[in-house]
């Protein structure tokens, strides 16, 4: 699946709703396209939002709102395993390292060199789906 930014930065209504977001800008090329690496589907108690996890253009993998983007290749990845997130009440489609490993994203943004390799594993594994 990828997905392209039609905007880089969450509006007012939208900051709302998203009040646990680090940010509301992101580090994202509108028109550019980018490989997602899980989609996180979240409940909120004034609305529902979604999460698509890509790498930005700091080249870190991180959480993006939906609202932000439009699907450009709508094909999921084979590699996903539907999980369900206990702490967040949320479901998340995601490939099976991230599923075994919940810390995963965040040794992957620690830079930690043994995450980091398990990522460009599933990064070479998923961008090869797109060839």
């Not at 800008?25 to 529902?48: A, C, H, M, N, W």
């Not at 990845?77 to 810390?103: C, G, H, I, T």
Request: hydrophobic content about 40%; aromatic content about 12%.
């Amino acid at each position: 699946m990828k997905v392209k930014p039609i905007k880089i930065e969450l509006d007012d209504e939208q900051k709302k709703f998203f009040k646990s977001a680090s940010t509301s800008r992101y580090q994202i090329t509108p028109g550019k396209s980018y490989l997602v690496f899980s989609i996180e589907f979240v409940p909120g108690s004034v609305t529902d939002f979604t999460l698509y996890r890509i790498v930005d253009d700091g080249g870190r993998l991180l959480p993006v709102p939906a609202c932000l983007m439009e699907i450009v290749d709508r094909r999921c990845s084979k590699y996903w395993q539907a999980v369900y997130n206990q702490e967040r009440f949320s479901l998340v489609l995601e490939p099976v390292e991230f599923a075994d490993d919940p810390y995963l994203s965040e040794a992957i943004l620690d830079g930690e060199p043994d995450a980091v390799a398990v990522f460009r594993l599933i990064q070479e594994r998923m961008e090869s789906e797109g060839r």
